[in-house]
């Protein structure tokens, strides 16, 4: 039977003019699935703000509900995997990119997306994390892979006060890595600190011009989120066998670099994909959510809004303001 709904809805009113509201839809209107979520909560990335103000690169079509993230109960499912009233999450794949996404009270969604929530994560604690939470996981993850442990010495997190770069810096600081967090907010500090960080330093500190290939070895490992001349700099500022991983482009999406730090320095460069990447990899990571890497996200780092307050926050997160979790109540 079908249901009336509440979603954020965003519409190209002119060409290249976008405008967004909350409407009323029916799950009649959703895309074909295997499983109608009502969804609980939803968590604001960056890439969905981009979504929401009418990026090509990430939606196509519009009119379009954004939304990366959704975790909630199972409503009805043709897929035997999951049954009515069972608790899971969805990030990434095609939701809220061209498939109607998390910011709305449903989705409709192919099985092979979803994840059961793991005993011991709550749906809303599955949405502090969110994209972000499973990105940042991936990058410790890979880390850790790499063979990097906490007695290699420090670690350095870019844009650390953001989603994906707050959440890296708690979990590594909950496994006991020493954690230099770059930030552009002084007012992040303490915060910080108090998840982990052992240091806080501005931008200026990895933005090398000076041409030289390769700068003193500082870090042993670096979890990078704004790409750009700070992964650069990163890169030259690595131990011997330094690991680096990289997942976003807020400082830019260029990487000019040289092959020293590669070749005589054995620096990794690790690609981080939170979107298409492997189910199992994520049950791996969503269930380390719920026991070894539970963290204690500060409840003042995270905000929480209901569809109504997305478009200003929305338009904060685009502007590089928001420190920390925006999740949205639904
Ligand atoms: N590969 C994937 O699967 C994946 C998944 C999720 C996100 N991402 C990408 O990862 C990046 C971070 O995402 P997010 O959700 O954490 O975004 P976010 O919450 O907006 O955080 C980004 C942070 O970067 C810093 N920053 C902003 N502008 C900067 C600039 N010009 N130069 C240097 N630092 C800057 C700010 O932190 P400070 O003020 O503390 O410096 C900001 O809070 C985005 O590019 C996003 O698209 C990729």
Request: net charge neutral.
């Amino acid at each position: 039977m079908s249901k009336k709904f509440q979603a954020f809805r965003v519409k190209e009113v002119a060409e290249k003019q976008f405008a967004t509201s909350i409407e009323s839809l029916s799950t009649d209107d959703l895309p074909a699935g295997d499983v109608l979520i009502k969804v609980h909560y939803s968590s604001l990335n960056f890439k969905d703000a981009l979504s929401a103000s009418g990026n090509k690169g990430v939606t196509r079509k519009f009119p379009h509900t954004p939304g990366i993230d959704a975790a909630g109960e199972v409503v009805e499912s043709s897929n035997t995997a999951f049954k009515k009233g069972d608790k899971v999450l969805v990030t990434g794949f095609d939701l809220g990119m061209n498939t109607w996404g998390g910011m709305a009270e449903y989705i409709r969604v192919p099985a092979e997306w979803v994840v059961a929530l793991p005993d011991g994560l709550g749906l809303r604690e599955s949405m502090v994390y969110g994209t972000a939470g499973l990105t940042a996981g991936l990058s410790v993850y890979q880390l850790i892979n790499q063979g990097i442990n906490p007695d290699m010495g420090k670690i350095v997190v870019t844009g650390a006060s953001g989603g994906v770069g707050s959440m890296a810096v708690a979990i590594l600081g909950k496994l006991g890595f020493e954690v230099v967090a770059v930030t552009g907010k002084e007012s992040a500090h303490d915060l910080l600190k108090s998840m982990g960080a052992k240091e806080c330093v501005g931008r200026d500190t990895l933005n090398d011009e000076s041409k030289r290939p390769l700068l003193k070895p500082l870090y042993a490992g670096a979890i990078d989120t704004v790409g750009g001349n700070m992964l650069a700099t990163i890169l030259k500022s690595l131990q011997y066998n330094g690991v680096a991983t990289c997942c976003g482009l807020v400082n830019s999406p260029s990487l000019n670099t040289s092959v020293f730090p590669f070749i005589l320095k054995g620096v990794r460069l690790i690609g981080i994909d939170s979107v298409e990447c492997d189910i199992d990899l994520r049950k791996v990571i969503w269930n380390n959510f719920a026991s070894d890497w539970k963290i204690d996200y500060p409840e003042g780092l995270i905000e929480e809004v209901k569809l109504e307050g997305l478009a200003d926050k929305i338009a904060s997160i685009l502007k590089g303001q928001i420190a920390g979790r925006v999740v949205v109540s639904l």
